[in-house]
């Protein structure tokens, strides 16, 4: 996020929700949001399903999956057709913005419309309220980037913010919501394959020199795998063992039947989690982990915000903190710069690798309660919101992008659009959330979200279950008929392993990010 | 003697970051208080934040290591199974090199978690196939 | 005059000796506080010792004593956490016996922030700081002034803006029933947001609240919507006040009006106060 999430409440004037179940996914932002709306700031929403915050918006409409960048070429085409835009900040901080005045003024009101289900009239409204609106924050989550195009969208957004001067200043900006507890933090700490930790990359030689210096070994100048990539290897033998810590591709993963035949062709599987999951029966061998309750770490949420997590008890059984097998693992293998003694000595050897995070100390954190990177210093208080003044870039630079389809599209085999995502009472691949008892009779199981006209139209009829096909699997399921969701689309939560969304989910991904497109795959769904 | 704690940390769900309490009596977590004047939660939680305690001590927990012996996980301690990944993990690097062992690390872990393992990856390992699940 | 904390601190440090805890609030790391049990083994502790903001004393002191029920205690307890106790003990919940009150006065600013009409304690033996008059709620004297219609308009906004947290229960010093109201399925439809009907969620709660709500405003405070839910609770009051002349925590003896009607061998069963 280059926002904070108080600004939200305190500052922002327009909110654009693209992509983003906010009062599910993210519901301590979404109430912040409600708040600003309270005191006359513009909510609009767009999503193929009316969310919780979609009946509150003051303009809602859904759209079709996939139609993302036309969308915003649709609303840019408006801002500058009838000049809207900041021509102070587009002349002083970005570059290439005649390319896309170009490439956008094709896209009118009426050919997005076309494209995107979105009446030409409402687009206007939304270009117009969007430019008026500043400082205007871009909210987002999955629903942009889980595309074969997610690059593309998120660039959209970012040339949306800038062409309307909505950058580098307080409540305006774009915002990528987070959706796990330390997503941010595992990026920042070098959970990559192409960068160490602080996104230094791996194929700068100083870099390189730099962490052998430090650790007395590196890793090579060549970018590593991806996951994806890294199951695809398993069955050429070119991965021939797979170490995962906390983490469940066995649910998580688009293409479940091939991840399976991925992982049963690994020759040594090591799984450390706290849970039996789906993944670790799999393994080889399974180290039983903790919980956040039982270790101390910090956790780095969506806004870059450092906060710390205490341990309260301790480890469960015989099980033992991530950090202290980790360590014991590589001392194991003979390794040195492994004697850590608490997490807080592991972070003072972050301080002193990770420029961004070199002034975020356990004193400071137990003191101030939590510090936002970059803060390179003990002395510097934190960055708030990003781009103040100037991108870590230089220029602003504005990316002309065409629209492109959806890898699958709906066909009179597969007439349905599925969308994937979460819902409030579970989280992930479910298996904390399944077992609390509370959030389980909530939502005990899974079920496809389809619209009431597509489900006379399939014949359901008081059925409680139906059956959900693509091209690379099928899932039986419960059914919820509403009139929330786009006609043409259906959505299911991913958290149900017994009914896993990503059975059928399509394993396309972007050629750039390599993010699976789960926001839109061509299912059909029958009763029986 | 009673032995009652609230120990302030930080949500595991959500990328948003609440604050919580957790409730610890007799050293048993018994509960969830949310956290006034936390710059971001103010002193509200969401549903899973409110239960984020109940999955803990779940009688699923994985309590030992376990390790496959003819086709199933058994028991074992944790030098046996540390002793056996680091051969198999030592094996394989010498025979097929660094970059056919791969490490997935974890949105879900602490950032002191994933420095180290993406430490032991490139230092140990020597290789750059870490990832997570950050796209999904 | 000396401050109230450090008065407090001094009650504290003379009560300590005789109980097996204190309950009061405690600043900790990044100056957010909470409940804490200061022990006289570690009386070092209440150098951190604080007063705001108020915190759900009483729901801590219910969550030890399940654990402990013969626990000899102390807890500071503001007018409303007084008023909280004192229905928990109506209701079985807690033993007075074993159990120190130290009241602790409300400054105007505090009773401001929660439009408190009774800013003070009545049956603490010992207090700390000078008690004042209530103040108005012009939060619920607002609502009050709308036409029918605007009121409608207003909590329909309010109650759609729940997002189904459960915290207003949960934190609810007066919610500890067994079986919860707001988990059967007849009144509140379970796992999903937004809820069909919220308002049946709210308004089965202020029923619920009858008669037992204090007025503390934890449940406003813990709510990430920020429905003034609150106002229900007082509007409620003031109509059980005028009907049964039952104010919740306000005299040790009363019987609260939901258990008037039981038998006297059932009511000495329930272990109520007679």
């Known amino acids: ?528 | 003697m009673i032995d009652y704690k609230n120990v302030l940390t930080t949500c595991p769900y959500c990328g948003t970051g609440c604050a919580l309490h957790l409730q610890v009596l007799d050293e048993k977590l018994v509960g969830v208080l949310p956290a006034k004047n936390h710059v971001v939660s103010e002193g509200g939680l969401c549903i899973k934040g409110w239960n984020v305690h109940a999955f803990v001590n779940h009688p699923d927990r994985l309590t030992t290591p376990l390790i496959r012996k003819n086709g199933k996980l058994e028991e074992a301690t944790w030098d046996e199974a540390l002793t056996l990944i680091a051969d198999k993990f030592g094996e394989v690097k010498t025979a097929s090199g660094p970059d056919s062992v791969a490490i997935l690390t974890s949105a879900k872990c602490t950032n002191e978690e994933n420095y180290l393992l993406q430490k032991f990856a490139r230092a140990v390992i020597g290789t750059n196939n870490v990832d997570h699940c950050a796209r999904l | 005059m000396t401050d109230r904390l450090t008065t407090l601190r001094k009650t504290i440090e003379n009560v300590l000796p005789n109980v097996e805890g204190v309950l009061a609030l405690r600043i900790g790391p990044g100056g957010i506080t909470a409940p804490h049990l200061f022990s006289k083994e570690h009386s070092e502790e209440l150098d951190k010792l604080a007063l705001w903001p108020k915190e759900p004393v009483p729901d801590t002191l219910k969550i030890i004593l399940r654990a402990h029920p013969d626990a000899k205690l102390a807890i500071v307890c503001r007018g409303c956490e007084e008023r909280g106790i004192v229905e928990m003990f109506k209701h079985s919940q807690l033993n007075l016996d074993n159990l120190t009150l130290i009241g602790l006065q409300c400054e105007q600013d505090e009773a401001e922030f929660c439009r408190c009409a009774k800013p003070f304690t009545v049956h603490s033996k010992l207090t700390v700081g000078e008690p004042i008059e209530g103040v108005p709620d012009p939060l619920t004297a607002k609502i009050e002034a709308m036409s029918q219609p605007e009121k409608q308009a207003f909590w329909k906004q309010e109650f759609e803006h729940c997002i189904k947290c459960y915290g207003c229960r949960n934190i609810c010093p007066q919610c500890f029933c067994n079986i919860c109201a707001l988990e059967d399925e007849t009144w509140v439809e379970t796992g999903r947001l937004p809820m069909p009907n919220p308002s049946m969620y709210h308004m089965v709660r202020a029923m619920h609240m009858t008669a037992k709500c204090v007025a503390c405003r934890e449940c406003e405070e813990t709510c990430p919507a920020d429905i003034p839910m609150a106002v229900h609770f007082r509007l409620i009051a003031r109509d059980v006040r005028e009907m049964f002349n039952y104010e919740p925590g306000a005299s040790m003896d009363q019987k609260p009006p939901q258990l008037l009607v039981l038998e006297e061998g059932e009511y000495e069963r329930s272990g109520l106060p007679h």
Not at chain 1, 24 to 51: C, F, M, S, W, Y
Not at chain 1, 296 to 316: C, H, L, M, W, Y
């Open chain 1, 1 to 528: 996020m280059t926002n904070s999430i108080p600004e939200f409440e305190t500052d922002t004037n327009c909110f654009l929700i693209i992509g983003s179940n906010t009062s599910e996914g993210h519901p301590l932002i979404a109430t912040r949001v409600l708040k600003a709306q309270k005191r006359g700031a513009k909510v609009i929403v767009l999503d193929p399903r009316k969310n919780q915050i979609g009946h509150w918006a003051d303009i809602f409409h859904t759209f079709r999956p996939g139609s993302d960048v036309a969308i915003f070429n649709g609303l840019m085409n408006v801002i500058i057709s009838e000049s809207l835009q900041d021509e102070a900040f587009i002349a002083e901080r970005t570059e290439d913005f005649e390319a896309l005045k170009t490439l956008v003024a094709e896209y009118t009101p009426e050919k997005v419309a076309e494209i995107s289900g979105i009446p030409a009239d409402v687009i206007r409204e939304i270009a117009r309220t969007y430019a008026k609106g500043k400082p205007a924050a871009i909210l987002y989550a999955m629903g942009i980037t889980q595309h074969t195009t997610g690059v593309d969208n998120v660039k959209s957004t970012s040339n949306l913010a800038m062409l309307c001067g909505n950058m580098g200043i307080l409540g305006g900006g774009v915002n990528p919501l987070r959706g796990q507890n330390n997503v941010q933090g595992a990026c920042d700490m070098g959970g990559l394959p192409n960068v160490y930790p602080g996104y230094q990359a791996v194929t700068i030689p100083e870099v390189q020199k730099k962490f052998q210096d430090a650790w007395g070994s590196a890793g090579p100048l060549t970018v590593g795998m991806t996951v994806t990539e890294m199951l695809h290897a398993t069955q050429e033998g070119k991965v021939r063992a797979l170490y995962v810590m906390g983490e469940n591709p066995m649910v998580s993963d688009p293409d479940l039947n091939h991840v399976r035949h991925c992982l049963e062709q690994t020759e040594f599987l090591v799984v450390q989690d706290i849970f039996l999951t789906e993944t670790a029966e799999m393994a080889h061998v399974v180290l039983p982990g903790t919980s956040f309750a039982e270790k101390d770490g910090t956790f780095s949420n969506t806004e870059r915000r450092v906060q710390r997590v205490r341990q309260a008890i301790k480890p469960v059984g015989d099980a033992k903190e991530d950090w202290i097998i980790i360590c014991e693992l590589a001392r194991k293998m003979g390794a040195s710069g492994f004697d850590f003694q608490s997490a807080q000595a592991v972070m003072e050897e972050i301080n002193k690798l990770t420029p961004s995070y070199g002034g975020i100390t356990y004193e400071r954190l137990e003191e101030l309660g939590s510090l936002q990177w970059p803060c390179p210093t003990v002395d510097h208080p934190g960055t708030p919101y990003l781009h103040k003044g100037k991108f870590s870039r230089g220029l602003g630079k504005f990316f002309a992008l065409e629209f492109k389809e959806p890898n699958e599209l709906p066909n009179d085999e597969y007439p349905f659009t599925l969308t994937t995502g979460r819902l409030m009472f579970h989280f992930h691949t479910g298996s904390m959330t399944r077992r609390s008892k509370k959030l389980d009779s909530e939502v005990p199981e899974a079920y496809v979200e389809i619209n009431v006209k597509d489900a006379g139209k399939i014949g359901l009829n008081g059925h409680k279950r139906v059956r959900v096909t693509s091209r690379r699997g099928e899932i039986e399921l419960g059914v919820r008929i509403t009139d929330d969701i786009k006609r043409g689309v259906v959505f299911i939560p991913f958290h149900f392993a017994e009914a896993a969304a990503n059975k059928l989910t399509n394993s396309a991904i972007d050629p750039v990010a390599k993010i699976p497109e789960y926001k839109v795959c061509a299912v059909k769904v029958e009763v029986f």
